[in-house]
């Protein structure tokens, strides 16, 4: 038995001792147990995916589960990259879950269902056969709806999200299912080997597969115009589930388009390419727009997922287009870009939703226009969140930076002018990376600033407290993670260029970036200290100088004479989002209502003014509301045939049986 | 207007500033100031005479700023407030806070006789009082309306110019 394979067999086993944990231990001591339990799990998928993308191989394929067939796991170097980070983040979620989790949360049924969820997203991308992926998916789908579903009784509002996120990740399935079928059908084989051996990319099997599968994964990854099931689901879930999905679960929308793309329909036609760039760019700058103008926290996360997703495929996308016109060593950067844009979203947006639980938990306001001054009553929290943000908005010494450099170092160089295609299309990717980047940078500044600066706004962020140190230690290390993966990006740059077959990159200097195939180096750790070295001594005379003088004085804030301190003189999200918001009206349409109440003494003297504004989805107003209505009517009609009346029933079998009856007789 | 129709008018006007008269004695508290002296100008509850006034001292005729007297645009900037008219009962309370905004060593002109003394508007009942009821004031300039260049003489004792 290899090391994969024993990973793997651990992983069964230490879900179902979470599960036992979270059914037979004394409520006291359910959260330590389970979490701990959950916590393992997540670390022995992380291993064992770390030591498939290291190339060590196995496999195990589980007899008599399914009367198709046998369910075979054998992750490959792509899959090991995909299961390290849901485990990472599955560790960082459980550790976080057992001093967040109290009441509903914490129930048997919440702690079997986290096990359950981590365990499929961990055996999603292990999966070796169409049998094993559908399975692992559809556990990780059931399990996180249970999740979703987790405060029903006491908010009403989370039915209907769980409901359309049942919908749409049921929807993903489908495809897949459809996909996956249609690929088994024409290799006559469920195995992903046999599959990539016996299918042509471009025939039409290959391109009703590819959308199929394509669009099954968008949905997953929560991709335009798919994604209206995020900003519904993420709000309503307990905050550590809204961490794991949108870090991790989205993520294996990415995995399964670059398996299809990669491993079971490689080399395929251009316009795959073409169709992902323009999902890809569609996605991020829609997302990015809809999380600039949110002010509810979770909202604005979960938007940015959709983004970070979004330039994720868009990259994706990239590789495959330059791979297919003659620039391989652009595509391979760009492919590699994908899997760091992927790894370095699940580390910052792990810290920001853990961060957004936190500031939950202590305040009860999610809304961003009812917080602030979170800094001075909760450091940790603050800290790890402005570093995320930072890390979100790819500003240097950050993950982010490094993934969009790279990513814009493939579209820049593999811009060849001597075709047409490309020479369109790279262009107007840098340009929707470019916009994406500016408006992620506002929408960061804004949730930093509105809800951990100035001061509170509601009796609620007023008698914050900072959170456990569980709590603390976990949103602690998911942003360490990003300032790391920000400084020392080579080695593991290195192992995911592995991953999508990318030959070339390696470390180089203190742990940088090599990129030979477009002539880049990127050393963070070599720049920051070299920059730390050139400013350190204009830091200490300056430092030293306002030690000698030092003449300071505590005085109120200038008011022009009056004096500010009502907390509502302050910029809130609503109106720091406000210029943009007119500027991308069109693409927007706010609802604002203005009611002037007036006095009764003439329209000069108002009594009151009150605003509202409401902002809805476009996509779903135009599209999703009238395919709904109609389903209505059809259920409608249906009710004409079903209305009730146990006479008409009984008219109904008798019908049947006359009729079975007489086409038996013929 | 362009570059050259400028320079021309320029030219053609010269300089317009009237001679400067000898220096005034230059107090003793404004010691402790280097360079130009920024000068906030804060209107009390005055009839707007005496700003018309400072609004000409500060023109190109008397030229105030030869002499190193600068307006700006708050008290966080200054050195000294220029203060115009009787304190009023609203605007006490912001008098005081412009006053404490000014860093120190802070100084106060009191311009006009509505400010030495409250002139015309004495014991009227929306007032408080002179400026020097409500903050400390350094040199006081005479006048309803004091003329610019007695402002200006007022200013120059504070940059000792």
Same mark, same amino acid.
Request: net charge positive; glycine share 10%; proline share 4%.
């Given at each position: 038995m290899t090391g994969v394979e024993a990973g793997l067999l651990s992983q069964g086993l230490l879900a179902l001792a979470a599960s036992v944990a979270a059914v037979a231990a004394p409520a006291r001591r359910r959260n330590v147990l389970a979490g701990a339990a959950c916590t393992a799990l997540a670390v022995a998928g992380a291993l064992t995916g770390g030591a498939a993308l290291a190339g060590r191989t196995g496999r195990i394929a589980l007899e008599g589960v399914l009367p198709l067939g046998p369910l075979v796991l054998a992750p490959d170097r792509l899959g090991g990259f995909f299961m390290l980070l849901a485990g990472c983040v599955g560790a960082v979620v459980s550790v976080y879950a057992i001093g967040y989790v109290q009441g509903v949360s914490a129930?048997?049924?919440?702690?079997?269902?986290?096990?359950?969820?981590?365990?499929?997203m961990q055996l999603v991308p292990a999966a070796a056969d169409v049998l094993a992926l559908l399975s692992a998916w559809e556990v990780m789908a059931l399990s996180?709806?249970?999740?979703?579903?987790?405060?029903?009784?006491?908010?009403?509002?989370?039915?209907?999200?769980?409901?359309?996120?049942?919908?749409?990740?049921?929807?993903?399935?489908?495809?897949?299912?459809?996909?996956?079928?249609?690929?088994?059908?024409?290799?006559?084989?469920?195995?992903?080997?046999?599959?990539?051996?016996?299918?042509?990319?471009?025939?039409?099997?290959?391109?009703v597969a590819f959308c199929l599968l394509a669009l099954g994964g968008a949905s997953k990854g929560g991709l335009f115009p798919l994604h209206v099931w995020l900003p519904r689901a993420h709000p309503q879930a307990p905050s550590h589930v809204s961490a794991a999905m949108s870090a991790a679960m989205v993520t294996?929308?990415?995995?399964?388009?670059?398996?299809?793309?990669?491993?079971?329909?490689?080399?395929?036609?251009?316009?795959?390419?073409?169709?992902?760039?323009?999902l890809g760019a569609n996605s991020a700058l829609y997302g990015i727009l809809q999380a600039a103008v949110s002010?509810?926290?979770?909202?604005?996360?979960?938007?940015?997922?959709?983004?970070?997703?979004?330039?994720?495929?868009?990259?994706?996308?990239?590789?495959?287009?330059?791979?297919?016109?003659?620039?391989?060593?652009?595509?391979?950067?760009?492919?590699?870009?994908?899997?760091?844009?992927?790894?370095?979203h699940a580390a910052f947006k792990t810290a920001l939703f853990l961060a957004a639980g936190a500031v939950l938990h202590a305040t009860g306001e999610r809304d961003l226009d009812l917080l602030g001054g979170l800094a001075a009553t909760m450091p940790w929290t603050a800290t790890a969140f402005g570093v995320a943000a930072a890390g979100a908005a790819a500003l240097p010494v950050?993950?982010?930076?490094?993934?969009?450099?790279?990513?814009?170092?493939?579209?820049?160089?593999?811009?060849?002018?001597?075709?047409?295609?490309?020479?369109?299309?790279?262009?107007?990717?840098?340009?929707?990376?470019?916009?994406?980047?500016?408006?992620?940078?506002?929408?960061?500044?804004?949730?930093f600033g509105t809800a951990f600066l100035g001061r509170p706004r509601s009796a609620g962020a007023a008698g914050a407290h900072e959170c456990g140190w569980t709590m603390r230690l976990s949103v602690a290390a998911s942003a360490a993670a990003v300032v790391l993966l920000g400084l020392v990006p080579g080695p593991l740059a290195a192992s995911l260029a592995g991953a999508v077959g990318a030959r070339g990159i390696r470390a180089v200097g203190l742990l940088g970036i090599d990129l030979p195939q477009v002539h880049a180096l990127l050393d963070p750790l070599a720049l920051g200290l070299a920059a730390a070295a050139s400013t350190g001594a204009v830091a200490l005379v300056s430092l030293v100088g306002s030690r000698r003088r030092r003449r300071e004085r505590v005085a109120l804030a200038w008011g022009c004479g009056g004096v500010r301190i009502s907390p509502r003189m302050q910029y809130t999200a609503t109106s720091y989002a406000e210029p943009l918001l007119r500027v991308f009206d069109d693409a927007?349409?706010?609802?604002?209502?203005?009611?002037?109440?007036?006095?009764?003494?003439?329209?000069?003297?108002?009594?009151?003014?009150?605003?509202?504004?409401?902002?809805?989805?476009?996509?779903?107003?135009?599209?999703?509301?009238?395919?709904?209505?109609?389903?209505?009517?059809?259920?409608?009609?249906?009710?004409r045939v079903q209305n009730g009346s146990v006479h008409r029933y009984l008219t109904f079998s008798f019908v049947a049986l006359v009729v079975v009856l007489i086409a038996v007789t013929l | 207007m362009s570059a050259r129709r400028l320079i021309a008018l320029i030219l053609r006007t010269g300089r317009v500033a009237e001679p400067a008269p000898p220096a005034p004695e230059p107090l003793a508290a404004a010691a402790g100031l280097r360079g130009s002296v920024q000068v906030r100008h804060v209107d009390a509850g005055s009839c707007?005479?005496?700003?018309?006034?400072?609004?000409?001292?500060?023109?190109?005729?008397?030229?105030?700023?030869?002499?190193?007297?600068?307006?700006?645009?708050?008290?966080?900037?200054?050195?000294?407030? @220029?203060?115009?008219?009787?304190?009023?009962?609203?605007?006490?309370?912001?008098?005081?806070?412009t006053y404490e905004a000014t860093p120190h060593p802070? @100084?106060?002109?009191?311009?006009?006789?509505?400010?030495?003394?409250?002139?015309?508007?004495?014991?009227?009942?929306?007032?408080?009082?002179?400026?020097?009821?409500?903050?400390?004031?350094?040199?006081?300039v005479a006048g309803c309306p004091p003329s610019p260049d007695a402002i200006v003489a007022g200013l120059r004792r504070l940059t000792g110019r």
């Open positions: 129930s048997r049924t919440a702690w079997c269902a986290l096990a359950a969820f981590l365990l499929g996180s709806t249970v999740l979703v579903l987790t405060d029903h009784a006491r908010r009403t509002e989370v039915r209907p999200a769980a409901l359309w996120y049942a919908a749409m990740t049921h929807l993903s399935l489908v495809l897949l299912l459809a996909g996956t079928a249609t690929l088994a059908a024409a290799a006559r084989s469920t195995s992903f080997d046999a599959i990539a051996g016996a299918v042509r990319p471009g025939s039409v099997t290959g391109n294996m929308g990415v995995y399964v388009v670059l398996l299809t793309c990669l491993r079971l329909l490689p080399a395929g036609p251009t316009w795959w390419g073409v169709a992902l760039v323009a002010s509810d926290l979770k909202r604005l996360l979960a938007h940015s997922t959709t983004e970070n997703i979004g330039l994720a495929v868009l990259a994706a996308g990239v590789g495959i287009l330059l791979r297919g016109h003659g620039a391989p060593g652009a595509g391979d950067v760009a492919l590699t870009s994908c899997l760091l844009l992927l790894l370095s950050t993950s982010g930076f490094v993934a969009e450099w790279v990513l814009l170092q493939a579209l820049i160089h593999g811009a060849g002018p001597q075709d047409r295609l490309v020479a369109v299309v790279m262009p107007m990717a840098v340009g929707a990376v470019a916009l994406t980047t500016g408006l992620t940078l506002l929408t960061c500044v804004k949730a927007l349409r706010p609802e604002r209502v203005v009611e002037i109440t007036a006095t009764g003494q003439g329209a000069v003297f108002v009594e009151r003014v009150r605003f509202r504004q409401r902002l809805g989805d476009v996509v779903e107003l135009a599209a999703y509301r009238p395919a709904l209505a109609a389903l209505d009517r059809l259920g409608a009609l249906a009710r | 707007n005479g005496c700003e018309i006034e400072v609004a000409g001292a500060f023109g190109p005729v008397y030229d105030a700023e030869r002499y190193g007297a600068r307006l700006v645009a708050s008290p966080r900037h200054a050195d000294a407030l @220029l203060v115009t008219g009787v304190v009023t009962r609203n605007m006490a309370e912001p008098l005081r806070r802070r @100084l106060v002109l009191a311009v006009g006789d509505c400010a030495r003394n409250c002139g015309m508007f004495a014991e009227g009942y929306g007032v408080v009082g002179p400026v020097s009821s409500v903050v400390d004031v350094d040199v006081e």
